[in-house]
């Protein structure tokens, strides 16, 4: 073998079953040392839908809302029986999903109101979705994980801020009265709380 040469030959004897002759591999290494890369799989989430409005946020998210004294008002599990909207469902509730107001007790006229919506879609009502969204000429976006956004900031008057974040296999939204940007970004903060709250 050549002085210069830093190839080492590896002999390596593979003995098959029980008998005395075997196959002879020669296996070459170098001093290039090669490095593997695992690509590890993206993690697979699925849609759980919730039951009720006391699985829609997980208990912190809960406590955090009750810090500033906002507490579940109405919606499936909560202690009213009195329907989020007086004149119909919600976009949620008519696609078989549900929709929970929080707010802070006896002030659900003049304080800070937040509806939450979830429900699971698929290929056949999706599109339906998509287009009721945008027939609000909301703005749209994308989130890192690949859910479509339909969003607006709102104002602190009138309008409120609306973040809606679309899935695959689900629809969250968030519904925050007075709106501007510090409710939109509360909102977007929610929804990505339930996302996390239904997804297994």
Not at 2 to 8: A, C, D, K, N, V
Not at 66 to 77: S, V
Request: glycine share 12%; hydrophobic share 40%.
């Amino acid at each position: 073998m050549h002085q210069g040469s830093i190839t080492l030959v590896t002999l390596v004897f593979l003995l098959a079953g029980c008998g005395t002759s075997g196959n002879l591999v020669i296996a070459e290494a170098t001093d290039e040392t090669q490095e593997t890369t695992v690509e590890e799989a993206p993690a697979v989430v699925s849609f759980s839908a919730p039951r009720d409005c006391t699985e829609i946020l997980a208990a912190n998210d809960v406590a955090l809302l009750g810090n500033r004294g906002i507490e579940l008002i109405a919606g499936p599990g909560s202690p009213s029986n009195d329907p989020i909207y007086v004149e119909g469902q919600t976009p949620e509730e008519l696609v078989g999903g549900l929709s929970c107001l929080f707010a802070v007790p006896g002030e659900v006229d003049t304080g800070v109101n937040i509806i939450l919506g979830t429900a699971g879609i698929d290929t056949s009502i999706r599109p339906t979705v998509i287009d009721e969204l945008l027939a609000q000429q909301l703005n749209v976006g994308q989130t890192p994980d690949g859910a479509l956004t339909y969003w607006k900031w709102g104002d602190e008057a009138i309008v409120p801020a609306i973040h809606n974040s679309l899935y695959g296999d689900a629809w969250y939204s968030a519904l925050i009265q007075p709106g501007g940007r510090e409710s939109y970004d509360l909102g977007v903060s929610l929804v990505q709380a339930m996302r996390a709250q239904t997804t297994q």
